[in-house]
């Protein structure tokens, strides 16, 4: 039996870092991100129709979607998040379909669908046996987003808002890790033994 695991955590929780010492473990990882950024990127399958619906000046002249550009739109106006999420996460569910599919059939232990939105969708939590929270303050959480990517505290706040509280993703949690002033060490072993429950 191959057991289907959620992977979430806010921006900053390290969700990433869990996702590779999980994959390092024997998981197959589907990465929801990397799917979704994919969709937007040169060719990508959802830029014809974010085009149709948000003009042709979203689209680099490169031939990918201009992110700074859409932040600014959805950010200004809430709509325009619902209607690109209405492009690209059929898109991504798909994928992400097909990706579990052959993992399944090539004999995969433990799939881990890493998705930063999991708790917010509502429609994941039935498609999965369990959900792992990768957890940690908020204050930790803006101190990392600042250090590695360019956004101000503005923005993060911005991002985290618009995500579920950490209260709501504890309560959707069947297992949860503490990623909060603990080494990189102290977290991988902390995963290893959970790893260990997901067949690992």
Not at 35 to 51: D, N, Y
């Amino acid at each position: 039996m191959t057991l289907h695991l959620g992977l979430t955590g806010g921006i900053g929780s390290g969700k990433s870092t869990v996702a590779e010492v999980l994959t390092r473990l024997g998981a197959f990882v589907i990465d929801a991100d990397a799917l979704s950024r994919a969709t937007t990127a040169i060719g990508g399958a959802a830029l014809p129709a974010i085009a149709a619906t948000f003009g042709e000046d979203m689209i680099t002249s490169q031939g990918a979607l201009n992110r700074d550009r859409m932040r600014e739109r959805i950010f200004s106006d809430p709509a325009a998040k619902q209607q690109l999420e209405a492009i690209i996460h059929p898109l991504v569910g798909h994928q992400i379909q097909q990706a579990a599919l052959n993992a399944e059939q090539s004999g995969a232990i433990c799939i881990v669908y890493d998705i930063p939105l999991l708790v917010e969708s509502g429609h994941w939590r039935s498609k999965l046996d369990k959900i792992l929270v990768v957890d940690c303050s908020e204050a930790t959480q803006k101190s990392r987003v600042l250090l590695r990517s360019g956004l101000t505290l503005e923005q993060i706040e911005k991002i985290m808002a618009s995500q579920a509280s950490r209260t709501e993703r504890l309560q959707a949690a069947d297992y949860v890790i503490y990623n909060d002033g603990i080494s990189l060490d102290e977290l991988a072993a902390q995963i290893q033994q959970m790893g260990a429950q997901f067949g690992l």
